[in-house]
């Protein structure tokens, strides 16, 4: 009996004085599982023109007001943007009501002055086509099935003939073909989340139904330039919304342009697992392998579906950019950041505030313009640090995202340019926040410049870096 209690005394003697050495092996075993970065930029490795599909931009129901976008035209422009999408266009802007005798009067002006303001900041626009016209809804909310499918239809024929049409003159002069073709029109914006209606692919508030109506619309179309139509724009990629949507497009033999849903994740390799996943789905059953090519669009995307104060910050800049890292590298047509401006109630989601100053994500989506040319595949990231490149003439851009969620990570990062072609260049470091530095002249040594040691490239957490290298000879 003695014998037990002595060994049970020492067992935990020897357990006791083990812990430190657990711990520490824990904590040796956690940071070494991380991959430090060490950036090779070949410009001999090319893979085609820098994508511009991150080139998209969303914007929710801030404010009903059509001058909305009114102060913040040039800060779009500034970012270049192909797309911006557009929600609430039938409940915020009067577009749809009945008359007297019960005919339908349509009424686009307000509408009118949001789509211009995208145009004249340079890009196109994306139309959720919702919510429901308070005259045509079931309940008089903005989210019940309408009184009169056709009308719905009629709608959308009408929406459609609109803003694609080969003959409408916009109150900005737009009616150049190039602004008119390829306009997006989205079904619905969310129709799974109850704010927004909670449709069902099956049951009597059936998003096929809608989808059915719309596409009926879009086919009475006339006199229009090419569009694409899709859905289902659902709050996130699910399978049985994928399968039943796309079963239900086949059996009704409806037309389907692009599949579309939303996605927000402080993880950036969520976004590529999207593609992955959807991929997988598309090749299960022989049905589905025509829609395998069908354009691919996150409608929606962001760290948070929720406010959240960090989007604001540097954590969310550096989210952005790795995000973006991912959408390039995977086969997506178009991502749309969300979203472009806060309300006038206080800060919200948006690159700029009501007052259309510029936060941190607007500088990331800044600097991101600077990659021209044909893209460069970097190698040696990291875990942490995330990389894109690019070559143009004379100009060598590579852009390091240290994206750390719990905001520890801090890196000395080797930077080394191979296969170089000219004898001297001038190396330029950009930082977020507006700070520069410049090197002359340096020389490659064997056709490399070789940035390590104390040359690294010291980054902090979540801190976002803008080398550019340039031949003068």
Not at 83 to 99: A, K, L, N, T
Not at 386 to 395: F, H, Q
Request: aromatic share 16%; hydrophobic share 35%.
């Amino acid at each position: 009996m003695k014998k037990i209690k002595t060994k049970i005394l020492i067992y935990i003697f020897l357990t006791f004085l083990s812990l430190p050495f657990l711990f520490f092996s824990f904590q040796y075993f956690s940071k070494a599982s991380s991959i430090k970065a060490n950036i090779v930029v070949d410009i001999k490795k090319t893979s085609g023109p820098f994508p511009d599909r991150w080139k998209a931009l969303a914007q929710g129901g801030e404010d009903p007001n059509p001058q909305f976008f009114e102060n913040v035209v040039n800060q779009i422009a500034e970012l270049y943007p192909k797309y911006i999408r557009v929600d609430h266009i039938y409940d915020f802007y009067d577009v749809f009501s009945y008359e007297s005798n019960n005919n339908i009067k349509l009424n686009f002006d307000k509408l009118d002055q949001v789509i211009c303001r995208i145009y004249q900041a340079g890009a196109k626009p994306f139309f959720s086509l919702g919510y429901m016209p308070y005259s045509l809804s079931e309940d008089g909310s903005l989210i019940a099935k309408p009184k009169k499918w056709n009308d719905w239809s009629y709608l959308v024929q009408k929406t459609i003939e609109r803003y694609s049409g080969k003959n409408t003159v916009l109150p900005c002069g737009i009616n150049y073909p190039y602004w008119r073709s390829d306009i997006y029109y989205e079904v619905w914006n969310e129709p799974d989340l109850e704010t927004f209606g909670k449709w069902h692919y099956s049951g009597s508030k059936n998003y096929l139904e809608l989808y059915f109506y719309s596409i009926k619309g879009a086919q009475n179309a006339s006199d229009v330039f090419p569009f694409k139509i899709g859905g289902p724009a659902t709050t996130a990629l699910y399978k049985n919304w994928i399968q039943k949507f796309l079963d239900y497009v086949i059996s009704n033999n409806l037309r389907v342009d692009f599949l579309s849903w939303h996605h927000y994740s402080k993880k950036t390799d969520d976004y590529i697992d999207d593609i992955v996943k959807l991929n997988k789905w598309l090749a299960e059953k022989p049905k589905y392998y025509s829609y395998a090519n069908l354009p691919k669009i996150i409608s929606e995307w962001g760290y948070d579906s929720e406010k959240n104060p960090i989007a604001d910050t540097e954590v969310g800049a550096a989210h952005t950019l790795a995000s973006i890292r991912n959408f390039i590298s995977a086969n997506i047509e178009a991502a749309f950041l969300f979203e472009i401006k806060d309300g006038p109630h206080g800060p919200s989601w948006g690159i700029l505030d009501y007052q259309g100053n510029k936060k941190p994500r607007w500088y990331a989506l800044q600097m991101l313009n600077n990659l021209e040319g044909n893209r460069i595949m970097v190698d040696g990231e990291g875990t942490f640090v995330s990389a894109l490149a690019s070559i143009n003439e004379n100009k060598i851009r590579l852009i390091l995202t240290n994206y750390d969620i719990n905001n520890k990570n801090i890196e000395a990062v080797p930077v080394k340019f191979v296969n170089l072609d000219g004898k001297k260049y001038n190396l330029t470091k950009k930082y977020l926040d507006g700070k520069k530095e410049i090197k002359l002249n340096i020389e490659p040594i064997n056709k490399e410049i070789n940035l390590k040691q104390e040359n690294s490239i010291l980054m902090t957490p979540n801190q976002i870096v803008l080398l550019e290298l340039e031949r003068t000879e």
